[in-house]
Each structure stands twice: as structure tokens, then as C-alpha cells.
């Protein structure tokens, strides 16, 4: 791009032609999207009129939709508690095959008509059982706390009508639901720093236990949580437990260890009869994954999968779509805002022991 600027000032003085023959002589092979540091992406954009982060990907009727946070320019300046992530809605997105025209639906709920939220309506999940779609949906209450409720509708792009009350019992952000093969759904959450998860550490909310995390870092990190669902999806059927990420020796991962413990963002999948939690390192940007044999693990910690990207947070959703893998995941290519993202999927492939070939968001 410089040398094209260059060659343009200088033919300027030689007059109109010879700036558009210069221009054209100089101008990149390919004029493909670069980073503020000048590298091209992997994916470009599902959406590039609006802004969706955290997309939370599922096959219904054999196509592929995406369950995304709907994310807005409220004008607030970033901070640790994800102030800036101000949305209020969500909206979803279909395709009938990866690479094909993403369709954007309407509004599927609004803030206003969650009874028991105020604001910040966070990375979203969606199920599905016996013919109604399930929302999961993270927001604060009225009294600034992170809960987690459901909404349901009979079309897998809304509209949901949400539950007066959120769950009982849940607490903190980022609700990932997991069927397993016998029908049983598990959801897993949370997220520490804005997400409020070390404010639970006594099982009733402290709002004086911190911003970041508990500041012990040699002693194990604060573990994301998974409960069972009742058989109507919208209960715990039984009290959140922890999601143990352990090390190579099998010993739980350390609150210092900030390129492998948990922050934010969990998706569990299953594949070959192995169970992948995977979830994102906040502030050193990866997303990891860890195996078990178990929904409920533990889960091994065995490596990054996604490098970082451009912006600070990192979310993602794996599935399977006719035989193939696809990760979503999201980056600022358009805004370069880390409350303005953008959803991206690429293909995600298996080496034959069953790990995952690491993928680059940048393809320099
Ligand atoms: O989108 C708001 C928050 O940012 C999500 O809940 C986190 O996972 C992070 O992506």
C-alpha cells in the first residue's frame, strides 16, 4: 500500500495519465482485506452490515445456524468488566452451507421483554428438544448481577419468549449446551473478570471479592461450571459443579497459568468417543482445548486451537456440518472495536490422534 501511495505522489506531477497507468502497475495482485498490521485473514465476515460476536453454531433441519451476541456502538470505552459490550438484542444467522448467503433474521428478542434482565445481553446458546428451540441468554439482572435465563419459540430464528425468573441457581456468563449422544443436555458457563465468576467462590455473590480473578496464582485456577438440565431444558436439575482443567500430570491447572486456565467462553463437543471442552485464556487471546472421558470431566489440557486474533476477546463454537468441522469465531476485522466484532468460520480438522491442527486467524 505504501509503495502504491508513493508511485501515485510522484506521477502526480507528471500529469493524469501517468498517475492511472503508474497506479494500475503498482496496484496489489489481489486487493484482499489486511490487518492494521498488514496480514490477511483466514475468513473474512459472515455479516459485514452489522456486528456479531460469540456465535454459538448448530444444525437444525439440516441447516446451520448461528446463535451470535448482536454487538452495538454504545460509546463506552473499553475496560475489565466488558462495560463496552452494551448490547441488547439478538438476532441469528442462517446459511444452507458453509460458504453460502448468510441470511439475517429479524429480531428475536429484545432486552426489554426479558422481565428479570437490565442490561448486557451476552454470548448466547440454543437447543433444541421435542419441537421448541431453547435461547440460553446471560444478561444482568436489575441488581447489576449476571444470570442466566432461557426463552423459547418454535422457530429455531425466534421470536423467543423469555421465562419471567432466570434459572435458579445460575450465575456468571457465556452458557454453552451440550446434548449429549443418550439425549442428555449439560449446560456449562461462566467467565471471570466482567463475567463475575470469582465473586462466587463462597456459592453466594461477593461483590467485593474482585474484578480479575482470585490473585493466587499457585493455586488452581477458578474452574468453569457444568450443570445438568432438567428433561424441559429450562432448570439445573442439579447444583453447578466444576469443570476441572488438569495439566499433563493431572493436577489442576494454575490461576498463574494464563496461557492455560480458563476465562470465558466454553463449548463442549464429542468426537470418536472423546469429550472436548474447549474455552477461551482472556487476556492472553487463545482458545484451548482440554479432553475427557466424561461430560463432566476432568479434561486434560492439550493445547491452543485458535491463536490470537485481532481484538482483545476470543468466542467460538465448533460443530459438525456433513462430515466436515467448522469453528466460529470472531475477530474486528471491520471496526478494529473490540465491542464491534464480526462472526468468521473456517474448517477445523483432526490430526488421526484425535488433537486439532492449530488454526492461524492470519494466513502470514
Ligand atoms: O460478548 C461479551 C463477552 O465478550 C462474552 O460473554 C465473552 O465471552 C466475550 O466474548
Not at 23 to 42: I, L
Amino acid at each position: 500500500m505504501r509503495l502504491r501511495l508513493a508511485l501515485c505522489l510522484t506521477a502526480a506531477t507528471m500529469g493524469a495519465t501517468a498517475t492511472l497507468a503508474l497506479a494500475q502497475v503498482a496496484k496489489p495482485a489481489a486487493s484482499e482485506p489486511r490487518s492494521p498490521d498488514g496480514k490477511r485473514y483466514t475468513a473474512q465476515p459472515l455479516v459485514k452490515n452489522l456486528y456479531f460476536a460469540d456465535p454459538s453454531a448448530h444444525v437444525f433441519n439440516g441447516k446451520l445456524y448461528v446463535y451470535p451476541s448482536h454487538d452495538v456502538d454504545a460509546g463506552i470505552p473499553d475496560d475489565d468488566l466488558g462495560t463496552q459490550y452494551a448490547m441488547h438484542d439478538y438476532r441469528i444467522l442462517s446459511m444452507d452451507r458453509p460458504g453460502g448467503p448468510v441470511t439475517v433474521h429479524p429480531v428475536a428478542i429484545d432486552v426489554k421483554d426479558i422481565p428479570w434482565a437490565s442490561k448486557q445481553t451476552w454470548a448466547p446458546d440454543a437447543a433444541y428438544k421435542n419441537g421448541t428451540y431453547y435461547l440460553y441468554i446471560p444478561a444482568r439482572d436489575k441488581d447489576g448481577v449476571f444470570r442466566i435465563g432461557v426463552a423459547t419459540g418454535k422457530s429455531p430464528t425466534g421470536p423467543f419468549k423469555a421465562e419471567p425468573q432466570p434459572i435458579k441457581g445460575s450465575f456468571s456468563i457465556d452458557p454453552a449446551v451440550f446434548t449429549d449422544s443418550d439425549g442428555q443436555s449439560y449446560m456449562y458457563f461462566g467467565g471471570i473478570w466482567g463475567g463475575q465468576l470469582q465473586r462466587w467462590t463462597t456459592g453466594r455473590f461477593d461483590p467485593n471479592a474482585g474484578d480479575t480473578d482470585l490473585k493466587q496464582d499457585d493455586k488452581p485456577a477458578l474452574s468453569p461450571k457444568i450443570a445438568r438440565l432438567t428433561p424441559d431444558m429450562k432448570q439445573f436439575a442439579e447444583a453447578p459443579r466444576d469443570v476441572v482443567i488438569t495439566d499433563e500430570t493431572g493436577k489442576p491447572v494454575l490461576g498463574g497459568d494464563h496461557d492455560r486456565r480458563f476465562f470465558e467462553a466454553s463449548w463442549t463437543f464429542k468426537r470418536g468417543g472423546k469429550y472436548y471442552f474447549t474455552y477461551s485464556t482472556g487476556d492472553t487471546h487463545y482458545l484451548n482445548y482440554a479432553i475427557g472421558t466424561s461430560p463432566y470431566g476432568p479434561f486434560r489440557y492439550t493445547g491452543h486451537f485458535l491463536m490470537p486474533v485481532q481484538g482483545w476477546t476470543s468466542h467460538h463454537s465448533i460443530v459438525e456440518f456433513k462430515g466436515k468441522w467448522w469453528l466460529f469465531y470472531h475477530d474486528t476485522q471491520l471496526s478494529n472495536k473490540n465491542y464491534l466484532r464480526s462472526a468468521k468460520m473456517t474448517e477445523l480438522t483432526f490430526n488421526s490422534d484425535g488433537t486439532i491442527r492449530p488454526i492461524n486467524p492470519f494466513k502470514d
